[in-house]
């Protein structure tokens, strides 16, 4: 079973609204990721932290933003969801010293902006 | 920068026959880490499979083994006794040696047939 969850699982909003993505890890884990995921295309890293109070920028340009208050949490927030942010979220996690022995996924949020 | 590119967008196979998804990359490194994914239907990424560039010996998991080819920066996977729980994408991912960048494919659906 997950040891990283995402909640909600979907998520159909107005557009305009203010909302946050959970994402929850009970592994200790210090570096935790958001990626985006749209069908047929990779993922794409949208933000990622290397531990508490530590947030960056990913490669591909979101207006998101993430906060890593607690080791095991790591939330993003859309202040204005429009319709272009309608995709699937995923979040990940990987222990010190271990992202060489890969990551481990949430189950995502599927965002629908309408 | 590096790029991993999955050239069959789709797949089938018969329950029982062997399969095999092709993953290229691209990267000046010399070290580096190779993933590969499965992510079933509505369900979390798993890590299948991994592979450390520095060692010429193929990764092997039970019925999913690699081909890891280093000098033509190629990463196939392949699966044996394929069995209808094996139907999913699947991601090819890439990372360097002393950084947690984790670059993905665009992903392979494939789908086992009874």
């Known amino acids: 079973e997950a040891d990283i969850y995402q909640t909600p699982r979907y998520l159909v909003i107005g557009t305009g609204k203010k909302i946050t993505l959970e994402c929850s890890q009970t592994?200790?884990?210090?570096?935790m990721y958001w990626y985006q995921q749209d069908p047929g295309m990779e993922l794409h890293l949208i933000h990622y932290?290397?531990?508490?109070?530590?947030?960056e920028k990913g490669d591909l340009s979101s207006e998101s933003t993430v906060s890593r208050i607690r080791t095991e949490h790591f939330p993003l927030t859309l202040e204005s969801a429009r319709p272009s942010h309608t995709s699937q979220y995923l979040c990940?996690?990987?222990?010190?010293?271990?992202?060489?022995?890969?990551?481990?996924f949430g189950s995502g949020t599927r965002l629908t902006v309408v | 920068a590096q790029t991993v590119t999955q050239s069959q967008p789709e797949m089938s196979v018969q329950e029982a026959e062997t399969v095999t998804l092709s993953c290229t990359y691209d990267?000046?490194?010399?070290?580096?880490?190779l993933f590969w994914y499965k992510q079933p239907p509505s369900r979390q990424m798993i890590l299948v499979i991994r592979?450390?560039?520095?060692?010429?010996q193929n990764a092997t998991e039970n019925r999913f083994s690699v081909n890891f080819q280093k000098a033509a920066k190629s990463f196939s996977l392949k699966i044996s006794d394929s069995q209808l729980g094996d139907t999913a994408m699947y991601f090819c991912?890439?990372?360097?040696?002393?950084?947690?960048?984790?670059?993905f494919g665009a992903g392979t659906r494939l789908t086992v047939k009874p």
């Open positions: 932290s290397y531990g508490v109070n530590s947030t």
């Open positions: 592979q450390e560039a520095y060692k010429q």
């Open positions: 592994m200790g884990h210090d570096k």
């Open positions: 991912a890439f990372m360097p040696l002393n950084n947690n960048d984790m670059r």
């Open positions: 990267t000046s490194e010399n070290n580096y880490y």
């Open positions: 990940a996690s990987s222990p010190p010293g271990g992202a060489n022995y890969g990551y481990t």
